[in-house]
């Protein structure tokens, strides 16, 4: 076998700088990440365990946030931060699971009815989550206690409608 040379990656005859190959390196895994969202489930089981999981991890994120924001365990605007990414990022996961023949779980049956009532909530989640997130990053406590109601409210609005208890 022959070793194997790799040559350092050229932008016309220029050597490219680390950062340039990074943001290029980073671009390759957004692309793959995206890709790897595309979730193709084998049975309607694995569908509803993977948007009950996601929300599952959500909520516990979620949670983990209001209890600083309650004062039930101490404020720490790294972690506040780092629970927020995780909560936008998992908002867009679990609709794509929410597909003809995934009916139960801790759905109750309205929801099949009114998809597109529920994929509107879906948007207001992944805005408001978002907003949660930017908010997050800056440790601002004040707006971050109503960032939070705010997302607290869209996930209030679904439950209510949709969620067996």
């Keep these: 076998m022959l070793p194997l040379e790799i040559a350092p990656l050229t932008l016309k005859g220029f050597e490219m700088k680390k950062s340039i190959r990074l943001a290029l390196a980073m671009a390759a895994l957004v692309a793959i990440a ?19 999981s996601a929300f599952s991890l959500m909520g516990s994120h979620f949670s983990d946030i209001n209890a600083m924001l309650k004062g039930d365990i101490p404020f720490d605007a790294k972690r506040a931060a ?55 990053a800056t440790g601002d406590v004040e707006n971050l206690k109503k960032a939070f109601a705010n997302t607290a409210k869209t996930c209030k609005a679904c439950h209510d409608s949709y969620r067996d208890k």
């Design 82 to 136: 780092l629970d927020a990414d995780i909560v936008a990022t998992l908002a867009s996961m679990p609709w794509k699971a929410f597909g003809p023949g995934t009916e139960g779980g801790k759905s109750k049956p309205e929801i099949w009815k009114e998809m597109d009532k529920v994929k509107a909530g879906a948007q207001e989640l992944e805005k408001a989550s978002a907003e949660l997130k930017k908010v997050a």
């Design 34 to 52: 995206a890709d790897a969202l595309a979730v193709n489930f084998a049975k309607p089981a694995d569908a509803i365990k993977y948007r009950q």
